[in-house]
C-alpha cells in the first residue's frame, strides 16, 4: 500500500527529535505509555541528505527509506519510502521514484503523484506537503514539502521571487503552459551581480551566453549527483568538464527519465541519450514552443525536434575521454572557440544517421581562427543547420538544400537558402539569425561574439561593433 512521503521509525530519530514527536503523538495511558504508530507514522520528518546517515531508518514495515533534497527548491528535506531508481519504473500511476541518494537499493525517494489542478485545499493529504507542478501541459505532479506559486505575487521571500510558471511562460509566450502550483527561484543574479543562495550558482556565470541561458539560480547537483524535479545534472547529461549544477529541463534537452522534463516526456533519439520533447502530427504543433534558445518542428516520428540536444557538449578539443556517450570525440566546430564539441565521428564513407529525426552532415573540424581542416580524419556528424559543410540536400534541415558557394564551380557546399538581402534571413528554427552573402546569394549563420563583421545581422548578438578591419560582433549580453 503506498504510503504519505515521510515516516520514519522511531530509532531513526535523534533522541531530542525522537522526544519531540513522543511528545506530539498522543497516548494512552495504560499501566504504561503506548504511542500512537498511525499517527506517528504520518508525521513528516527532516534530514540531512548530504550526510553519511540522513537519518530516515525504516519505515512502518522495517523498510530503508530516503532523504529527498527538497531545500533545492527551498523546501525542507524530509524522508519518503526507497527506492531503486535502477530497477523502479520512474513514474507509475500512483508515485514517482525520484532520484535522491546514491546508487543502490535506496537510491530514490517515492513520492506521491497528484493533480495540480485540484481544488482540494490539502491534494496531498497532510498540511505539510504541496503538490509541485511537474508538467507544464499536462495536469501531472508530486507531492513535496515545496512552497508553489501560480505567478510572481505568491513569491513572498524577497530573494525567491519568480514563479518558475511565470517565467516560462514568458519564454514560451505561444505555448499555452499552466504556471499554477509552480514553484519560486531568484532571477537577475548576472545582471544584477548579486550572489545565489547557498547551494545554488548562477546559470549565467558558467554557460556561454552563446546558448543564451536564463539569468536565474539554479541548484547545484547533491552530493549523489541527484537534482529536484524538472532538473537533470548537467555534468552527468553532458561531459565531465559541464558544471556539476542542476539544469531546468527544457525542451530539446538531455533527460534521464520524464520527470527531469518541465514539460513533455523524455524519450529516445538513436543518439545515445534522450531528450524532453512533446508528440506531435505536424510543425504547427512544435513551432508554439519556439523561442530564444531554438526553433522546434515535427521530425516524422511524432515528436517536436530541434537542434539543441544534438551540437554536443562541451569539452576540451581533442580530450575525447571527457565525452559522456561511448564513441563520442571531441573537435573545435566552431571559429574563435578553445573548445572543442563531443559528436559522433562519420561513417568511413562519410555518411551521417539522422539521430532523432534530426538530418545531421559529415563536416570537418576547424582550427582556433575557423579554418576548416578538411585534411583531417576527424570528421564529425553534426546538425544538417545553416552553413553546415554538406554534401547532398538530406543532409540538411528542410526546407534547406545543399548549395554550393560558388555556382559556377564544383566548389564547398553548405546547408543554405537562396537570398536577395539579410531580411530574406530571418531568425530560424536550423541555427541561430541568418545574414545574407550578397556576392553567392546564399543566407549564411550568424557569427560568434568577437567574430570579424561589417553589419548586426552577421551576428549572434545582433550588434556589430567597431569600424573598418576591428570591428567585431558584440557580446550577446543583451539577449
Aim: aromatic share 6%.
Amino acid at each position: 500500500m503506498l504510503r504519505t512521503p515521510g515516516a520514519i521509525s522511531p530509532r531513526a530519530l535523534p533522541p531530542p527529535a525522537l522526544l519531540a514527536a513522543l511528545v506530539a503523538v498522543p497516548v494512552a495511558l495504560a499501566g504504561a505509555c503506548q504511542v500512537d504508530r498511525d499517527a506517528f507514522y504520518q508525521q513528516i520528518f527532516g534530514c540531512n541528505p548530504n550526510a553519511a546517515d540522513p537519518a530516515c531508518g525504516t519505515d512502518q514495515d522495517d523498510r530503508p527509506m530516503a532523504c529527498v533534497p527538497a531545500y533545492q527548491l527551498g523546501g525542507r528535506n524530509f524522508c519518503a519510502p526507497g527506492c531503486d531508481v535502477a530497477v523502479s519504473p520512474p513514474l507509475d500511476a500512483t508515485s514517482v521514484c525520484l532520484p535522491s541518494g546514491p546508487p543502490g537499493p535506496v537510491s530514490g525517494g517515492l513520492l506521491q503523484r497528484c493533480d495540480p489542478s485540484s481544488n482540494v485545499f490539502y491534494p496531498c493529504g497532510h498540511e505539510q506537503l504541496s503538490c509541485l507542478r511537474t508538467d507544464l501541459v499536462a495536469d501531472e505532479g508530486v507531492c513535496m514539502t515545496v512552497n508553489t506559486c501560480g505567478q510572481d505575487t505568491d513569491c513572498r521571500d524577497p530573494v525567491r521571487a519568480k514563479c518558475m510558471g511565470e517565467l516560462l511562460r514568458e519564454t514560451y509566450p505561444a505555448g499555452g503552459l499552466k504556471s499554477n502550483r509552480t514553484y519560486c527561484l531568484q532571477v537577475g543574479c548576472h545582471r544584477d551581480q548579486s550572489a545565489c543562495s547557498p547551494g545554488e550558482t548562477c546559470l549565467r556565470e558558467v554557460l556561454p551566453l552563446s546558448l543564451n541561458p536564463p539569468d536565474i539560480c539554479v541548484p547545484n547537483c547533491d552530493a549523489n549527483r541527484n537534482c529536484p524535479p524538472n532538473y537533470f545534472c548537467y555534468q552527468d547529461l553532458y561531459s565531465s568538464i559541464s558544471p556539476p549544477i542542476c539544469i531546468p529541463g527544457l525542451i530539446g534537452l538531455r533527460c534521464r527519465s520524464s520527470i527531469d522534463c518541465l514539460f513533455g516526456e523524455c524519450v529516445e533519439t538513436g543518439a545515445g541519450f534522450r531528450v524532453c520533447s512533446t508528440p506531435c502530427t505536424n510543425d504547427a504543433e512544435c513551432t508554439r514552443y519556439n523561442s530564444v534558445h531554438g526553433g522546434l518542428f515535427c521530425n516524422g516520428q511524432g515528436w517536436c525536434a530541434g537542434v539543441r540536444g544534438f551540437d554536443g557538449a562541451f569539452c576540451f578539443e581533442g580530450q575525447d575521454m571527457q565525452c559522456k556517450n561511448p564513441g563520442e570525440i571531441c573537435v573545435r566546430v566552431e571559429p574563435g572557440r578553445a573548445l572543442g564539441r563531443c559528436l559522433f565521428p562519420c561513417t568511413p564513407g562519410g555518411k551521417c544517421a539522422s539521430y532523432g529525426g534530426v538530418a545531421h552532415t559529415c563536416r570537418p573540424p576547424m582550427d582556433q581562427v575557423g579554418r576548416r581542416l578538411v585534411e583531417s580524419e576527424r570528421w564529425v556528424c553534426a546538425p544538417g543547420m545553416l552553413e553546415q559543410v554538406c554534401f547532398a540536400d538530406d543532409e540538411c534541415i528542410a526546407p534547406l538544400t545543399c548549395l554550393p558557394l560558388d555556382p559556377a564551380a564544383l566548389g564547398e557546399k553548405i546547408c543554405s537558402v537562396r537570398c536577395t538581402g539579410d531580411e530574406t534571413c530571418p531568425l530560424n528554427r536550423f541555427g541561430r539569425r541568418g545574414w545574407c552573402q550578397a556576392d553567392v546569394g546564399l543566407c549564411k549563420d550568424a557569427r560568434p561574439d568577437g567574430a570579424p563583421c561589417i553589419r548586426g545581422p552577421q551576428c549572434v548578438s545582433g550588434r556589430c561593433t567597431g569600424s573598418g578591419d576591428t570591428a567585431v560582433c558584440a557580446d550577446t549580453e543583451s539577449l
